[in-house]
């Protein structure tokens, strides 16, 4: 016997979270399936945890640029605070009581186990079938993956997972990826004494941004004495009396700790996505502007492949709602995705890199201004780095796409995320004010500097 429910949430992560509670605030019925914890990545393992990393880690780093600058300052890492604020304040060691509470406080019923369609409009989870009058809503996510490296499998390295479990910091580790992920471990656990190694198989880190991004990193990576390998393979590695060994072609490198950040596998496989019509293999869900898969099917979040981000996943399960509601709304715009690196320098950008724009054949011009050189850089001093760039569109007089590193780089981006997403012109951008003496001034450099 089937139960007749009117939506079914399969998987809980930020936006079927989002989705499940505002659906049966609505007045739906609505079963949430998780297999994990309730709210998915990010408060567990990904954005919360390890943004407080970032912030212990920053700490330490300000506290370091004391001499020359205010007096004098030891400092002396300690993991354990921060091990026990991940533990106790982000995540109720790994325990999703809260959330779970919050949800079924909204009118969901909560049923932990594997989902899977299993034919039209149905669900079953363990040995419970649920039919959906209205639709199902797949928030999947995605798991850690390793490359196909020689002797890897069957070793204890990290993923995002282990390493934000982190009782110490390990006495050296090696960090293989140097995208995100791989960048903001890579500094945390340096500025608490570890030695570390980025391996990079790409000629620069984030791949993914201008290059200027990927290559200020390395430089203040290295000057903080982290080591950068990039264009590198590892051909193998292995495990032995608690040591890492990787073995690079010409050269091997050892360490406590190896940590996995080389990308991420959409959860789909198993989910019967074949039942509703869709394709068992596909690496993504490929949505309309209103989020559907299928008839009776809505996706979101990172099995999208519209960005690997909460706010991105959250963005879209609004969307998601509304149309499952009925209700009127704009179908989604990715013109100004918005992403951070939460590095020191924060690297932050949003919409259309150069080169992405050239792809497309935009005619597009540059325009950059060095924070060092902007006056509120100057003042700053030590721990200044960063750049502000635009890329406009000529024919069309608007930005883009934009990056803003720096200290606070993610919040500079504020306002460049509202110029691209507004596509206000550049021409207006140039008439206004920008606060003297912020960062964010720097905007009106970049924008004086737009040529070519
Ligand atoms: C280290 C790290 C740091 C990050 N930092 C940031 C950041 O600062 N800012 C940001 O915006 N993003 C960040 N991200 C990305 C962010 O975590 C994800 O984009 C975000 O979690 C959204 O994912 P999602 O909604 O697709 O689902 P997920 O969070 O991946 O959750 C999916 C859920 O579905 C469940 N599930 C899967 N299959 C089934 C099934 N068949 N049945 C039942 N349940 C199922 C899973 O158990 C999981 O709980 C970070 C990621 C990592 C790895």
New binding site residues.
């Given amino acids: 016997m089937a139960d007749e429910v009117d939506v079914v949430v399969?998987?809980?992560?930020?936006?079927?979270e989002h989705a499940a509670g505002n659906l049966a605030e609505a007045g739906l019925s609505v079963v949430a399936?998780?297999?994990?914890?309730?709210?998915?990545?990010?408060p567990y393992?990904?954005?919360v945890p390890?943004?407080m990393m970032v912030r212990a880690a920053g700490l330490l780093a300000e506290g370091g640029r004391v001499p020359g600058m205010a007096g004098d300052s030891t400092v002396r890492p300690d993991w354990a605070p921060v091990a026990a604020r991940i533990r106790d304040e982000a995540t109720d060691s790994w325990d999703d009581k809260v959330a779970a509470d919050r949800l079924t406080g909204k009118g969901a019923e909560l049923v932990r186990?594997?989902?899977?369609i299993t034919g039209p409009g149905e669900v079953t989870?363990n040995d419970r079938v649920f039919r959906a009058r209205r639709g199902i809503v797949l928030?999947?996510?995605?798991t850690?993956t390793a490359p196909p490296v020689d002797g890897l499998d069957g070793t204890p390295y990290w993923t995002?997972r282990e390493?934000?479990q982190a009782t110490r910091a390990p006495g050296s580790l090696i960090v293989l990826g140097g995208g995100?992920?791989g960048a903001?471990?890579a500094q945390v656990f340096s500025r608490f004494d570890s030695r570390v190694t980025v391996i990079e198989a790409a000629d620069r880190l984030l791949l993914n941004e201008e290059p200027e991004s990927g290559d200020l990193l390395r430089d203040v990576f290295e000057r903080e004495g982290i080591g950068v390998r990039t264009g590198v393979n590892v051909t193998a590695v292995t495990h032995d009396d608690g040591e890492f060994t990787l073995d690079l072609g010409d050269e091997t490198l050892s360490a406590e700790r190896l940590l996995i950040?080389t990308g991420?596998r959409p959860?789909l496989k198993?989910?019967g996505l074949e039942n509703a019509g869709l394709d068992e293999d596909a690496r993504q869900v490929p949505v309309d502007g209103h989020m559907r898969a299928a008839d009776g099917v809505w996706a979101?979040?990172?099995?999208t492949g519209m960005g690997?981000?909460?706010?991105?996943?959250m963005y879209q399960a609004a969307i998601a709602v509304r149309d499952i509601l009925g209700e009127e709304g704009s179908p989604a715009s990715y013109r100004a995705v918005p992403r951070?690196t939460?590095t020191d320098p924060e690297i932050a950008s949003v919409g259309l890199t150069q080169a992405q724009a050239r792809d497309q054949n935009l005619p597009v011009r540059t325009g950059i201004a060095k924070l060092p050189e902007s006056p509120r850089g100057w003042i700053h001093k030590v721990g200044n780095d960063g750049f502000i760039k635009l890329i406009e569109n000529t024919e069309w007089g608007t930005l883009v796409g934009a990056t803003a590193v720096g200290p606070s780089g993610g919040e500079i981006l504020g306002a460049l995320a509202v110029a691209v997403h507004t596509e206000a012109p550049t021409a207006v951008l140039r008439e206004m004010m920008y606060a003297y003496p912020t960062f964010h001034r720097a905007i009106e450099a970049a924008l004086a500097d737009l040529s070519g």
Wanted: charged fraction near 15%; hydrophobic fraction near 35%.
């Fill in positions: 399969i998987g809980l992560g930020p936006g079927g399936v998780e297999s994990r914890l309730v709210g998915g990545e990010c393992y990904a954005c390890t943004k186990g594997e989902g899977r989870v928030n999947t996510g995605t850690p995002n390493a934000v995100v992920v903001e471990m950040a991420r959860n198993g989910l979101i979040g990172d099995i690997q981000f909460t706010h991105v996943s951070v939460f």
